[in-house]
């Protein structure tokens, strides 16, 4: 397909963020009356889902201890819902367990889904959690753990399939997506607009907004549009902490092991919720070798070809290749030792799982902000990118708040997110979790 020489809209990065703001504005646009899906080009250097959204575990979740992101997490949980069958996703709930030090965290988590309606338990004391979870999975074995939240919405989606589901929503709309396209720079007018999209094959001038959703490679566009490598944040406690980087990167480590999924089920032989749990419990392979005795954890669910899932992720010391992604993964020798370990630990049913360790495309690289939580906002009079800080695979519900956006609404759900936040100090409370992304 040719390059069009101009386009209303025009949306960068066809991954989960780029597909599902296309797809929604379209609607808006159309239910305005102000245009329609042939008003918007995606512009895609790869093929749809090349970046992390292709590659993501693909977990979806609510178990997150800022209002603002929990909030926005249940408006996501919706658009999955709104059509699981192509967005290939499997509501078979989630589960996070974890030791005394974040026993107050889930309690607070769960108050609050109980406020905005989104279905959980909590079970709190060790001995309770054990009972839930012996009800659940006969062989559930693992120790320290004292706190449970099971959401009863939440999953799983498959990564690609979804992205695949979402693209044939946006084309069947009308919006062109055009693979093989690399943006290379913008051109600015004199009011800081972007006033046409440079691309290695040639310039696209903008009608009305261009949206930047380009995953991992936040950094770049961030140069691109000519903001600011580093940044003074304000703390809620007023301190100004000066000149740290906009971007950091971290390497999600992630790994499967071959067995029949259905190893992987709950006590009546049904589909199981994603797991994942933290402990200080000592961690000891099948052997008796110790892992550690500090805090660990890690998160699994039961995938198509046997049981996928992952680690802590490891920060990155400064710059990364990120091309080609995400094949730069850089995972930790121990890791196999270590999540396969852990998975015996939590369940009898993966004592001995080891050997069945595959070296499958998991894992990559995600580009974090300076407090690890999105910026989805206005970067330029008419550029709003949407950069999730590695949250956002599960945020399929944010393309539908941008679109809003990007027709003249406000969104309450995106308003936390915004740059300015950094300035002022309305930063997100942190958790007890030693995830960057909890
Ligand atoms: C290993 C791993 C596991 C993860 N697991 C989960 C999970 O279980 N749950 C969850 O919610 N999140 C998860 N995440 C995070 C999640 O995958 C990302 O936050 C999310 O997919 C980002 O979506 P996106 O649309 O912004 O970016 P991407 O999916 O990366 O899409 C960006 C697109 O932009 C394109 N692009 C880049 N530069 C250019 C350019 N110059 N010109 C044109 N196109 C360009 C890329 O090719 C890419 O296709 C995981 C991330 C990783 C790395």
Request: aromatic share 10%; proline share 6%; glycine share 12%.
């Amino acid at each position: 397909m040719l390059l069009p020489t101009a386009s209303p809209y025009v949306v960068v990065g066809a991954g989960i963020h780029g597909l599902s703001t296309a797809y929604h504005l379209a609607g808006e646009l159309k239910a305005r009356g102000l245009g329609s899906g042939a008003d918007i080009v995606v512009l895609e250097k790869a093929r749809p889902g090349a970046g992390a959204s292709g590659i993501a575990c693909g977990v979806v979740r609510n178990n997150y201890f800022q209002p603002a992101m929990s909030e926005l997490m249940q408006a996501c949980v919706q658009v999955w819902e709104s059509d699981a069958a192509v967005y290939h996703y499997n509501p078979v709930g989630y589960m996070a367990l974890g030791p005394t030090v974040q026993e107050q965290d889930l309690i607070e988590i769960h108050e609050r889904h109980e406020r905005i309606g989104y279905r959980s338990t909590l079970v709190i004391g060790e001995g309770d959690v054990d009972a839930y979870m012996k009800n659940l999975f006969p062989d559930w074995r693992a120790q320290g753990v004292t706190a449970c939240l099971h959401e009863h919405q939440g999953g799983f989606a498959f990564n690609q399939e979804s992205v695949d589901g979402l693209l044939g929503k946006a084309e069947g709309v009308g919006v062109q997506v055009l693979t093989g396209v690399t943006v290379t720079g913008f051109d600015f007018a004199s009011d800081d607009s972007v006033r046409s999209v440079a691309t290695d094959q040639g310039r696209i001038e903008v009608g009305e907004q261009v949206v930047v959703a380009p995953g991992p490679w936040a950094k770049e566009f961030w140069q691109a549009l000519g903001l600011p490598e580093r940044i003074d944040v304000r703390t809620p406690g007023g301190e100004l902490v000066r000149d740290r980087p906009m971007w950091t990167y971290w390497n999600l480590q992630e790994g499967e092991i071959a067995v029949d999924p259905t190893l992987f089920a709950t006590r009546d032989g049904g589909p199981p919720p994603v797991i994942h749990l933290d402990t200080d419990a000592p961690l000891v392979t099948d052997d008796g070798s110790l892992i550690t005795d500090e805090l660990w954890g890690i998160y699994f669910k039961r995938d198509r070809h046997g049981v996928q899932g992952g680690a802590s992720p490891l920060v990155v010391d400064g710059e990364v290749e990120l091309d080609p992604y995400p094949s730069t993964t850089n995972v930790d020798p121990g890791f196999a030792d270590m999540w396969c370990a852990a998975l015996s630990h939590a369940l009898g049913r993966f004592e001995g799982c080891r050997p069945t360790y595959r070296n499958a495309r998991s894992g990559g690289v995600g580009a974090f902000t300076a407090d690890n939580f999105p910026v989805f906002d206005h970067v330029r009079p008419n550029v709003y990118a949407v950069l999730d800080s590695n949250h956002g695979y599960k945020m399929i519900g944010v393309g539908r708040e941008v679109a809003k956006v990007l027709v003249g609404e406000h969104s309450s759900l995106l308003y936390p997110f915004r740059f300015e936040r950094f300035a002022s100090g309305d930063l997100h409370p942190v958790s007890h979790s030693p995830y960057p992304w909890s």
